[in-house]
């Protein structure tokens, strides 16, 4: 019995194989986070009946601000979530979190300085048509997770 072995067509097999793997190996994959966010940087959907930010910050140092896409009536309802956790505060830290209306008045002003749940149910009548949201960040290491949803009038 003789066997013949088709040396060209192994010598690209063989090239074939060393380029994919070689390929493959200098490969480094994103950081595998629990919550699917990156350190520092904010997962922002701002939507017509919705806005959430989420952040995971490690000594987060920056100022950052959100022009609202909700079309919001008097007639309608604002639903919030504001929830930070794993907080990590310095006594010099000051970081907040600001919704503003169009002329700058400011409807809420939350100073990040411990952990906290907070949710409300406001009548966009009684606080005005929010416009702007922003954040301002003085070294701020934990979880912020907020949220805005529209619950138009029935």
């Known amino acids: 019995m003789k066997i ?4 060209e067509k192994n010598i690209v097999m063989l090239s074939f194989v060393i380029v994919f793997c070689s390929l493959f190996k200098s490969c480094v994959a994103p950081p595998d986070y629990s919550d699917g966010l990156l350190e520092n940087l904010p997962a922002v959907v701002n939507e017509e009946d919705f806005f959430s930010l989420s952040i995971f910050g490690n000594d987060f140092n920056d100022s950052l601000e959100w022009e609202l896409e ?3 009536l008097e007639s309608d309802i604002l639903l919030t979530t504001f929830v930070i956790k794993d907080l990590n505060i310095l006594s010099s830290d000051s970081s907040s979190l600001i919704m503003t209306m169009d002329l700058g008045d400011t409807i809420f002003n939350a100073i990040i300085l411990n952990d ?7 009548s966009i009548k009684l606080i005005g048509i929010p416009k ?5 960040g003085d070294n701020f290491t934990g979880r912020l997770e907020y949220q805005l949803i529209k619950n138009p009038s029935l």
């Open 132 to 136: 702007n949201i922003s954040l301002y």
């Open 4 to 7: 013949q072995i088709n040396t």
């Open 116 to 122: 906290m749940v907070f949710t409300s149910k406001d």
């Open 70 to 72: 909700m079309s919001l």
